[in-house]
Protein backbone atom coordinates (compact mmCIF):
# COMPACT_ATOMS: atom_id res chain seq x y z
CA UNK A 1 0.00 0.00 0.00
CA UNK A 2 1.30 2.98 -1.06
CA UNK A 3 0.22 6.97 -0.04
CA UNK A 4 1.10 9.94 1.57
CA UNK A 5 2.17 9.97 5.07
CA UNK A 6 -0.75 9.52 7.58
CA UNK A 7 -3.00 7.79 5.55
CA UNK A 8 -3.01 5.09 7.88
CA UNK A 9 -1.13 2.71 6.35
CA UNK A 10 0.89 1.46 8.91
CA UNK A 11 -2.29 0.85 11.00
CA UNK A 12 -3.91 -0.88 8.55
CA UNK A 13 -0.96 -3.12 7.59
CA UNK A 14 -0.44 -4.07 11.59
CA UNK A 15 -4.36 -4.37 12.12
CA UNK A 16 -4.27 -7.35 9.60
CA UNK A 17 -1.09 -8.76 10.36
CA UNK A 18 -2.68 -8.84 14.12
CA UNK A 19 -6.23 -10.31 12.98
CA UNK A 20 -4.47 -13.07 11.30
CA UNK A 21 -2.54 -14.31 13.98
CA UNK A 22 -5.33 -13.58 16.90
CA UNK A 23 -7.82 -15.62 14.69
CA UNK A 24 -5.12 -18.33 13.28
CA UNK A 25 -3.45 -20.80 15.80
CA UNK A 26 0.53 -20.79 15.28
CA UNK A 27 0.89 -18.39 12.71
CA UNK A 28 4.34 -17.47 12.12
CA UNK A 29 4.67 -14.03 10.84
CA UNK A 30 7.09 -11.02 10.34
CA UNK A 31 7.68 -7.32 10.63
CA UNK A 32 10.46 -6.25 8.72
CA UNK A 33 12.53 -2.97 8.11
CA UNK A 34 15.50 -2.21 6.41
CA UNK A 35 17.02 -1.73 8.96
CA UNK A 36 16.27 -3.36 12.37
CA UNK A 37 17.15 -0.07 14.40
CA UNK A 38 14.57 1.90 12.58
CA UNK A 39 12.02 -0.76 13.97
CA UNK A 40 11.80 0.57 17.48
CA UNK A 41 10.62 4.32 17.48
CA UNK A 42 8.48 3.76 13.79
CA UNK A 43 6.13 0.28 13.63
CA UNK A 44 6.93 -1.00 16.95
CA UNK A 45 5.16 2.16 18.70
CA UNK A 46 2.15 1.84 16.20
CA UNK A 47 1.82 -2.06 17.16
CA UNK A 48 2.07 -1.40 21.14
CA UNK A 49 0.23 1.85 21.35
CA UNK A 50 -2.45 1.35 18.83
CA UNK A 51 -2.78 -2.40 17.98
CA UNK A 52 -2.36 -3.95 21.65
CA UNK A 53 -4.09 -1.34 23.36
CA UNK A 54 -7.16 -1.62 20.71
CA UNK A 55 -7.42 -4.92 21.27
CA UNK A 56 -5.88 -5.81 24.87
CA UNK A 57 -7.95 -8.51 25.57
CA UNK A 58 -6.16 -10.64 23.42
CA UNK A 59 -3.03 -11.07 25.69
CA UNK A 60 -0.22 -10.46 23.40
CA UNK A 61 3.55 -11.00 25.51
CA UNK A 62 6.76 -9.45 24.22
CA UNK A 63 10.22 -11.19 24.51
CA UNK A 64 13.38 -9.95 24.59
CA UNK A 65 13.29 -7.10 27.00
CA UNK A 66 13.14 -3.16 26.07
CA UNK A 67 14.20 -4.10 22.50
CA UNK A 68 11.52 -6.75 21.67
CA UNK A 69 12.80 -9.09 19.03
CA UNK A 70 9.43 -10.92 19.02
CA UNK A 71 5.29 -11.31 20.13
CA UNK A 72 3.84 -14.87 21.30
CA UNK A 73 -0.30 -14.70 21.10
CA UNK A 74 -2.02 -17.26 23.76
CA UNK A 75 -3.05 -19.38 20.20
CA UNK A 76 0.91 -20.18 19.39
CA UNK A 77 0.79 -17.31 16.60
CA UNK A 78 4.31 -15.33 17.31
CA UNK A 79 5.48 -12.06 15.11
CA UNK A 80 9.23 -11.97 14.75
CA UNK A 81 10.94 -8.46 14.49
CA UNK A 82 13.69 -7.90 12.08
CA UNK A 83 15.75 -5.91 9.98
CA UNK A 84 16.78 -6.96 6.14
CA UNK A 85 20.25 -5.39 7.68
CA UNK A 86 20.11 -8.30 10.70
CA UNK A 87 17.71 -10.58 9.22
CA UNK A 88 19.30 -13.41 11.89
CA UNK A 89 16.21 -15.87 13.20
CA UNK A 90 13.69 -13.17 11.56
CA UNK A 91 14.01 -15.19 7.65
CA UNK A 92 15.67 -18.57 9.07
CA UNK A 93 12.60 -20.10 8.35
CA UNK A 94 9.08 -19.87 5.84
CA UNK A 95 6.95 -17.46 7.12
CA UNK A 96 3.05 -17.73 6.83
CA UNK A 97 2.77 -13.61 6.42
CA UNK A 98 5.38 -11.26 6.38
CA UNK A 99 4.48 -7.13 6.49
CA UNK A 100 7.54 -4.51 5.19
CA UNK A 101 7.19 -1.57 7.01
CA UNK A 102 8.61 1.30 4.57
CA UNK A 103 8.89 -1.05 1.32
CA UNK A 104 10.19 1.13 -0.56
CA UNK A 105 13.94 1.33 1.28
CA UNK A 106 14.52 -2.44 0.58
CA UNK A 107 15.90 -3.37 -2.79
CA UNK A 108 14.34 -5.41 -5.45
CA UNK A 109 16.90 -7.94 -4.21
CA UNK A 110 15.42 -7.91 -0.42
CA UNK A 111 12.45 -7.78 -1.59
CA UNK A 112 13.08 -11.18 -3.87
CA UNK A 113 14.70 -12.40 0.02
CA UNK A 114 11.67 -12.30 1.48
CA UNK A 115 9.70 -13.96 -1.18
CA UNK A 116 11.30 -17.33 -1.21
CA UNK A 117 10.35 -17.04 2.65
CA UNK A 118 6.72 -16.75 2.34
CA UNK A 119 5.84 -19.47 -0.13
CA UNK A 120 3.04 -20.93 0.88
CA UNK A 121 4.67 -23.90 3.03
CA UNK A 122 4.77 -22.91 6.59
CA UNK A 123 1.13 -23.47 5.93
CA UNK A 124 -0.93 -22.09 9.52
CA UNK A 125 -2.93 -19.58 7.68
CA UNK A 126 -5.90 -19.62 5.80
CA UNK A 127 -7.82 -16.94 4.28
CA UNK A 128 -11.77 -16.08 4.43
CA UNK A 129 -12.75 -19.00 2.28
CA UNK A 130 -10.59 -21.87 4.02
CA UNK A 131 -7.69 -21.82 1.55
CA UNK A 132 -4.06 -22.16 2.29
CA UNK A 133 -2.49 -18.46 2.19
CA UNK A 134 0.56 -16.89 2.35
CA UNK A 135 1.41 -13.53 2.09
CA UNK A 136 3.78 -10.79 1.91
CA UNK A 137 2.46 -6.82 2.63
CA UNK A 138 4.14 -3.52 2.49
CA UNK A 139 3.35 0.05 3.25
CA UNK A 140 5.67 2.51 1.69
CA UNK A 141 5.66 6.56 0.45
CA UNK A 142 6.07 7.00 -2.82
CA UNK A 143 9.95 7.22 -4.46
CA UNK A 144 11.04 7.74 -7.92
CA UNK A 145 9.00 6.93 -10.80
CA UNK A 146 11.15 3.91 -11.65
CA UNK A 147 11.23 2.20 -8.61
CA UNK A 148 10.94 -1.30 -8.52
CA UNK A 149 7.71 -1.25 -6.41
CA UNK A 150 6.27 1.01 -9.36
CA UNK A 151 7.79 -1.34 -11.86
CA UNK A 152 6.58 -4.91 -10.11
CA UNK A 153 3.41 -3.34 -10.12
CA UNK A 154 3.21 -2.52 -13.90
CA UNK A 155 4.29 -5.99 -14.64
CA UNK A 156 1.47 -7.27 -12.45
CA UNK A 157 4.26 -8.83 -10.11
CA UNK A 158 2.15 -6.70 -6.97
CA UNK A 159 -0.59 -5.20 -6.37
CA UNK A 160 -0.50 -1.96 -5.49
CA UNK A 161 -3.32 -0.07 -3.21
CA UNK A 162 -3.24 3.51 -2.88
CA UNK A 163 -4.30 5.24 -0.12
CA UNK A 164 -5.08 8.94 1.20
CA UNK A 165 -5.33 10.84 3.86
CA UNK A 166 -9.38 10.53 3.72
CA UNK A 167 -9.43 7.02 4.32
CA UNK A 168 -7.71 7.87 7.80
CA UNK A 169 -10.43 8.19 10.15
CA UNK A 170 -8.50 10.35 12.87
CA UNK A 171 -8.03 12.72 9.64
CA UNK A 172 -11.43 12.44 7.65
CA UNK A 173 -14.46 11.52 9.82
CA UNK A 174 -17.38 9.43 8.29
CA UNK A 175 -18.64 12.50 6.16
CA UNK A 176 -15.45 13.24 4.97
CA UNK A 177 -15.09 16.21 6.86
CA UNK A 178 -11.58 17.13 8.53
CA UNK A 179 -10.91 16.19 11.97
CA UNK A 180 -8.99 19.05 14.13
CA UNK A 181 -6.19 15.94 14.24
CA UNK A 182 -6.42 16.16 10.06
CA UNK A 183 -6.12 19.81 10.74
CA UNK A 184 -2.84 19.65 12.21
CA UNK A 185 -1.40 16.71 10.41
CA UNK A 186 -2.01 18.72 6.89
CA UNK A 187 -0.60 21.84 8.25
CA UNK A 188 2.67 19.88 8.89
CA UNK A 189 2.27 18.45 5.27
CA UNK A 190 1.87 21.68 3.59
CA UNK A 191 4.99 22.87 5.33
CA UNK A 192 7.12 20.70 3.44
CA UNK A 193 8.82 21.89 0.09
CA UNK A 194 10.06 20.12 -2.90
CA UNK A 195 10.34 16.40 -3.52
CA UNK A 196 9.31 15.53 0.05
CA UNK A 197 6.16 17.47 -0.12
CA UNK A 198 5.26 15.86 -3.59
CA UNK A 199 5.68 12.51 -2.20
CA UNK A 200 4.37 13.07 1.69
CA UNK A 201 1.61 15.34 1.34
CA UNK A 202 0.14 14.54 -2.42
CA UNK A 203 1.51 10.96 -2.62
CA UNK A 204 3.42 11.49 -5.96
CA UNK A 205 6.25 9.28 -7.36
CA UNK A 206 8.44 11.69 -8.76
CA UNK A 207 12.12 12.85 -8.66
CA UNK A 208 13.71 15.97 -7.75
CA UNK A 209 14.60 18.07 -11.07
CA UNK A 210 18.47 19.77 -10.72
CA UNK A 211 19.45 17.36 -8.38
CA UNK A 212 22.91 18.58 -7.39
CA UNK A 213 24.30 15.17 -6.62
CA UNK A 214 23.22 13.01 -8.92
CA UNK A 215 26.26 10.68 -8.55
CA UNK A 216 24.52 9.74 -4.70
CA UNK A 217 23.62 6.17 -4.29
CA UNK A 218 22.53 4.47 -1.29
CA UNK A 219 23.46 1.28 -2.32
CA UNK A 220 27.19 2.36 -3.44
CA UNK A 221 27.79 5.43 -0.58
CA UNK A 222 26.29 4.23 2.46
CA UNK A 223 27.75 1.08 3.84
CA UNK A 224 26.85 -1.34 6.73
CA UNK A 225 29.88 -1.35 8.45
CA UNK A 226 32.88 0.28 8.59
CA UNK A 227 36.26 -1.25 7.07
CA UNK A 228 38.39 -3.12 9.38
CA UNK A 229 41.07 -1.42 11.25
CA UNK A 230 39.44 1.87 10.81
CA UNK A 231 39.53 3.00 14.60
CA UNK A 232 43.40 3.95 14.04
CA UNK A 233 42.52 6.22 10.86
CA UNK A 234 42.98 9.91 10.67
CA UNK A 235 39.54 11.64 12.05
CA UNK A 236 37.94 14.78 12.34
CA UNK A 237 35.18 16.17 12.68
CA UNK A 238 32.69 19.27 10.96
CA UNK A 239 30.19 21.34 12.33
CA UNK A 240 27.02 23.22 11.23
CA UNK A 241 25.33 25.28 13.68
CA UNK A 242 21.94 25.21 13.92
CA UNK A 243 18.69 26.20 16.45
CA UNK A 244 15.45 25.88 14.70
CA UNK A 245 17.48 23.99 11.90
CA UNK A 246 19.34 21.11 13.10
CA UNK A 247 22.73 21.21 14.53
CA UNK A 248 24.54 18.83 12.46
CA UNK A 249 27.82 17.34 13.85
CA UNK A 250 29.95 14.47 11.57
CA UNK A 251 32.60 12.81 12.83
CA UNK A 252 34.84 11.42 9.72
CA UNK A 253 37.50 9.16 9.39
CA UNK A 254 39.98 9.00 6.49
CA UNK A 255 41.61 5.55 5.01
CA UNK A 256 45.22 5.37 3.97
CA UNK A 257 44.21 5.92 0.44
CA UNK A 258 42.36 9.71 0.96
CA UNK A 259 38.29 7.86 1.06
CA UNK A 260 36.40 9.11 3.90
CA UNK A 261 33.97 7.46 5.91
CA UNK A 262 31.22 9.70 7.91
CA UNK A 263 30.72 7.14 10.56
CA UNK A 264 29.22 9.17 13.35
CA UNK A 265 26.71 11.86 13.02
CA UNK A 266 24.58 14.28 15.26
CA UNK A 267 21.79 15.96 13.80
CA UNK A 268 19.21 17.92 16.04
CA UNK A 269 17.41 20.74 16.68
CA UNK A 270 16.13 23.17 19.70
CA UNK A 271 19.43 22.35 21.75
CA UNK A 272 21.92 24.82 22.54
CA UNK A 273 25.59 24.89 21.92
CA UNK A 274 26.52 24.15 25.37
CA UNK A 275 24.41 20.93 25.18
CA UNK A 276 25.97 19.76 21.82
CA UNK A 277 29.75 20.05 23.10
CA UNK A 278 28.67 18.05 26.25
CA UNK A 279 27.05 15.43 23.76
CA UNK A 280 29.87 15.81 21.17
CA UNK A 281 32.40 15.27 23.59
CA UNK A 282 30.87 12.07 25.23
CA UNK A 283 30.17 10.60 22.09
CA UNK A 284 34.08 11.08 21.32
CA UNK A 285 35.04 9.85 24.13
CA UNK A 286 35.64 6.46 22.13
CA UNK A 287 38.11 7.66 19.37
CA UNK A 288 41.42 8.24 20.32
CA UNK A 289 42.51 10.91 18.32
CA UNK A 290 40.17 13.55 16.79
CA UNK A 291 42.34 16.50 14.69
CA UNK A 292 40.15 19.08 14.58
CA UNK A 293 36.96 20.49 14.56
CA UNK A 294 36.10 22.25 11.18
CA UNK A 295 33.15 25.11 11.95
CA UNK A 296 30.76 27.18 10.26
CA UNK A 297 31.75 30.66 11.16
CA UNK A 298 29.16 32.00 13.29
CA UNK A 299 31.75 33.59 15.96
CA UNK A 300 29.50 33.16 18.94
CA UNK A 301 28.90 30.09 18.66
CA UNK A 302 32.69 29.01 17.71
CA UNK A 303 33.52 30.60 20.89
CA UNK A 304 30.91 28.75 22.77
CA UNK A 305 32.33 25.70 21.66
CA UNK A 306 36.15 26.62 22.26
CA UNK A 307 35.03 27.73 25.61
CA UNK A 308 33.53 24.22 26.36
CA UNK A 309 36.89 22.06 25.20
CA UNK A 310 36.01 22.00 21.56
CA UNK A 311 38.43 24.31 19.50
CA UNK A 312 38.21 24.38 16.02
CA UNK A 313 39.12 26.13 12.61
CA UNK A 314 36.68 27.89 10.60
CA UNK A 315 35.51 26.25 7.10
CA UNK A 316 35.93 26.56 3.73
CA UNK A 317 33.04 27.80 2.37
CA UNK A 318 32.94 28.39 -0.95
CA UNK A 319 30.02 27.19 -2.60
CA UNK A 320 30.54 25.69 -5.95
CA UNK A 321 33.76 24.16 -5.12
CA UNK A 322 32.65 22.73 -2.78
CA UNK A 323 29.70 21.18 -4.48
CA UNK A 324 32.41 20.39 -7.67
CA UNK A 325 35.00 18.80 -4.90
CA UNK A 326 31.58 16.34 -3.01
CA UNK A 327 30.67 15.70 -6.79
CA UNK A 328 34.27 14.13 -7.64
CA UNK A 329 34.18 12.01 -4.43
CA UNK A 330 30.93 10.43 -4.93
CA UNK A 331 31.47 9.52 -8.28
CA UNK A 332 33.02 6.04 -8.42
CA UNK A 333 36.82 5.41 -9.45
CA UNK A 334 38.03 2.82 -11.76
CA UNK A 335 37.77 0.61 -8.88
CA UNK A 336 34.32 0.57 -8.34
CA UNK A 337 34.51 2.45 -5.76
CA UNK A 338 34.16 6.29 -4.91
CA UNK A 339 36.25 8.39 -2.69
CA UNK A 340 33.23 9.36 0.75
CA UNK A 341 31.24 7.18 2.79
CA UNK A 342 28.26 7.67 4.77
CA UNK A 343 27.91 4.88 7.74
CA UNK A 344 24.44 3.66 8.38
CA UNK A 345 23.18 3.80 11.25
CA UNK A 346 25.36 6.31 12.58
CA UNK A 347 22.58 8.55 13.82
CA UNK A 348 23.75 9.40 17.65
CA UNK A 349 19.71 10.49 17.97
CA UNK A 350 16.67 10.86 16.69
CA UNK A 351 14.79 13.86 16.84
CA UNK A 352 11.62 13.73 17.28
CA UNK A 353 10.86 17.24 16.55
CA UNK A 354 12.16 16.62 12.92
CA UNK A 355 10.09 12.95 13.13
CA UNK A 356 7.44 14.78 13.66
CA UNK A 357 7.55 17.49 11.37
CA UNK A 358 8.74 14.47 8.26
CA UNK A 359 11.56 16.38 8.00
CA UNK A 360 14.64 14.59 6.91
CA UNK A 361 16.54 13.14 10.14
CA UNK A 362 20.16 12.93 8.54
CA UNK A 363 22.84 13.47 6.44
CA UNK A 364 21.95 11.01 3.24
CA UNK A 365 18.54 12.23 3.35
CA UNK A 366 18.75 15.41 2.10
CA UNK A 367 20.98 14.10 -1.13
CA UNK A 368 17.25 13.43 -2.55
CA UNK A 369 15.95 17.03 -2.46
CA UNK A 370 19.30 19.05 -2.25
CA UNK A 371 18.68 20.70 -5.64
CA UNK A 372 19.68 23.72 -7.88
CA UNK A 373 17.95 27.06 -7.58
CA UNK A 374 18.16 27.30 -11.51
CA UNK A 375 18.03 24.25 -13.16
CA UNK A 376 20.55 25.70 -15.90
CA UNK A 377 22.74 28.17 -14.50
CA UNK A 378 23.69 25.67 -11.70
CA UNK A 379 24.73 28.73 -9.59
CA UNK A 380 23.89 28.20 -5.99
CA UNK A 381 21.77 25.84 -4.18
CA UNK A 382 17.65 26.06 -2.60
CA UNK A 383 18.92 26.27 0.65
CA UNK A 384 16.42 23.93 2.35
CA UNK A 385 17.36 21.21 4.14
CA UNK A 386 20.60 21.60 3.60
CA UNK A 387 22.51 21.62 6.86
CA UNK A 388 24.21 17.97 6.72
CA UNK A 389 25.04 19.00 2.86
CA UNK A 390 26.75 22.04 3.84
CA UNK A 391 28.65 19.81 6.65
CA UNK A 392 29.69 17.38 4.26
CA UNK A 393 31.06 19.91 1.92
CA UNK A 394 33.21 21.94 4.55
CA UNK A 395 34.58 18.01 5.66
CA UNK A 396 35.28 17.57 1.74
CA UNK A 397 36.74 20.58 1.76
CA UNK A 398 39.03 20.71 4.62
CA UNK A 399 40.46 17.11 3.59
CA UNK A 400 41.02 18.24 0.36
CA UNK A 401 42.77 21.68 1.44
CA UNK A 402 44.72 19.77 3.67
CA UNK A 403 46.02 17.22 1.30
CA UNK A 404 47.48 20.12 -0.62
CA UNK A 405 48.39 22.00 2.86
CA UNK A 406 49.83 19.89 4.73
CA UNK A 407 47.63 20.53 7.84
CA UNK A 408 43.99 22.02 7.52
CA UNK A 409 42.73 25.19 8.39
CA UNK A 410 44.37 27.77 10.55
CA UNK A 411 45.45 27.17 14.29
CA UNK A 412 43.83 30.06 15.74
CA UNK A 413 39.82 29.06 16.90
CA UNK A 414 38.66 32.14 15.02
CA UNK A 415 41.37 32.30 12.78
CA UNK A 416 40.41 34.33 9.13
CA UNK A 417 37.84 32.99 7.28
CA UNK A 418 39.56 31.68 4.18
N1 LIG B 1 -8.21 3.00 10.92
C1 LIG B 1 -7.70 3.76 11.87
N2 LIG B 1 -8.31 3.91 13.06
C2 LIG B 1 -7.78 4.69 14.03
N3 LIG B 1 -6.64 5.38 13.90
C3 LIG B 1 -5.98 5.29 12.74
C4 LIG B 1 -6.47 4.48 11.66
N4 LIG B 1 -5.61 4.58 10.63
C5 LIG B 1 -4.64 5.41 11.06
N5 LIG B 1 -4.85 5.83 12.30
C6 LIG B 1 -3.98 6.73 13.07
O1 LIG B 1 -3.46 7.74 12.21
C7 LIG B 1 -2.06 7.96 12.43
C8 LIG B 1 -1.27 7.72 11.16
O2 LIG B 1 -1.41 6.38 10.78
P1 LIG B 1 -0.20 5.53 10.19
O3 LIG B 1 0.99 5.69 11.01
O4 LIG B 1 -0.72 4.16 9.96
O5 LIG B 1 0.01 6.30 8.80
P2 LIG B 1 0.99 5.93 7.59
O6 LIG B 1 0.16 6.01 6.34
O7 LIG B 1 1.69 4.66 7.86
O8 LIG B 1 1.98 7.15 7.63
P3 LIG B 1 3.51 7.23 7.11
O9 LIG B 1 3.44 7.30 5.62
O10 LIG B 1 3.98 8.52 7.71
O11 LIG B 1 4.21 6.02 7.64
C9 LIG B 1 -1.66 7.02 13.56
O12 LIG B 1 -1.70 7.74 14.76
C10 LIG B 1 -2.73 5.97 13.53
O13 LIG B 1 -2.90 5.40 14.79
MG1 LIG C 1 3.74 4.21 8.18
Not at 42 to 52: A, E, N
Not at 135 to 155: E, S, T, V
Not at 291 to 318: P, S, W, Y
Request: glycine share 8%; hydrophobic share 40%.
Amino acid sequence: MAGPAETGKTFAALWRLHCLCRDNAKVQAAIVRKTLADIAPSVLQTYLQKILTLDSAVGVTAYGGNKPEWFDYPNGSRIWLGGMDKPGKVLSSERDIIYVNQAEQLTLEDWETLTTRATGRAGNLRDANGEPLSLILGDCNPGPPKHWIKQRAAQGALTLLESRHEDNPRLFDANGVITPDGIRTMAILDALTGVRKSRLRFGKWVQAEGVIYEEFDAAVHEIDEMPRGWEAWRKFRVIDFGLVHPFVCQWWAVDYDGRMYRYRLLYMTGRTVVTHAGDIKRYSATDDYIETTVCDHDAEDRMTLAENGIENVAANKAVLQGIGKVQDRLKKQLDGRPRIFFLKNALAEIDQSLLDAKKPLDDVTEFESYIWANKQTKEEPVKQDDHGMDATRYAVMYLDDSAGHGGGWGENPLGDVR
